[in-house]
């Protein structure tokens, strides 16, 4: 079903019937590599802040906000790259705005798990095939120090053990230019100190045509050790 609309979504009664399977939609050559699209429906949560005529206005009163938990379908286009020349393949996952961290994680398993079957199943490759995984943590330093993209969300640690988060509300200016940000790395130069950035998002900004664009994101979610 997914065939008859793309490369657009399917409307919504089409997509109110539409399997919740993934489905391979297309191989396409981009120059020497492969994008392998899949489409498919998934159930992800928002949250939703409530204001007046949502919420009793006593409630409102009482609290700073009241966010509600809402599910709802959408269809999603995911792909996995593969990069022949560097042997290389990259899972990218097509994700919405608001959508929480762990339905991003069910996600990237579930085009994992499919991709696997399919070259299981149509190319005999025994076990995952994609198993194995590059380290691409010390990118993150470089593209912190670059004018790579802007920078949305970051948690980086201090020389002195404590931890922090930055994030920039969607639309905002980069985060390595926000007043606050660089105030307090110039700080940390000034007395000798510095902090270690392990985890961070980074967004571009493509126009498609006229009036519509493209952002996609780059999350890189690190770890550090306590």
């Not at 980074?202 to 780059?218: A, G, M, N, Q």
């Amino acid at each position: 079903v997914y065939n008859e609309a793309y490369p657009f979504p399917l409307g919504k009664e089409e997509l109110e019937d539409a399997s919740p399977a993934m489905r391979l939609i297309e191989i396409r050559k981009v120059g020497n590599d492969l994008a392998i699209v899949f489409c498919t429906k998934r159930s992800i949560s928002q949250r939703v802040k409530l204001g007046h005529g949502e919420v009793d206005d006593s409630l409102l009163d009482e609290y700073d906000e009241i966010v509600a938990k809402k599910a709802r379908a959408k269809q999603f286009f995911d792909v996995v790259f593969l990069r022949l020349e560097l042997g290389l393949a990259e899972v990218r996952i097509d994700i919405d705005d608001g959508m929480l961290s762990e339905d991003r994680n069910i996600s990237f398993e579930n085009i994992e798990n499919t991709f696997n079957g399919i070259c299981e199943k149509e190319l005999g490759v025994s076990g995952q095939a994609l198993s194995r995984v590059v380290n691409i943590f010390p990118v993150i330093d470089i593209l912190y120090k670059s004018d790579e993209g802007t920078i949305t969300d970051i948690y980086f640690k201090t020389n002195e053990g404590s931890t922090k988060r930055e994030r920039m509300k969607r639309g905002g200016k980069d985060l390595r230019e926000e007043i606050y940000h660089k105030a307090g790395t110039e700080k940390l130069k000034e007395v000798g100190g510095g902090m270690d950035v392990y985890r961070m998002s980074l967004r571009w900004k493509f126009p498609v045509s006229e009036d519509i664009s493209t952002h996609p994101c780059y999350m890189l979610p690190g770890k550090i050790d306590s």
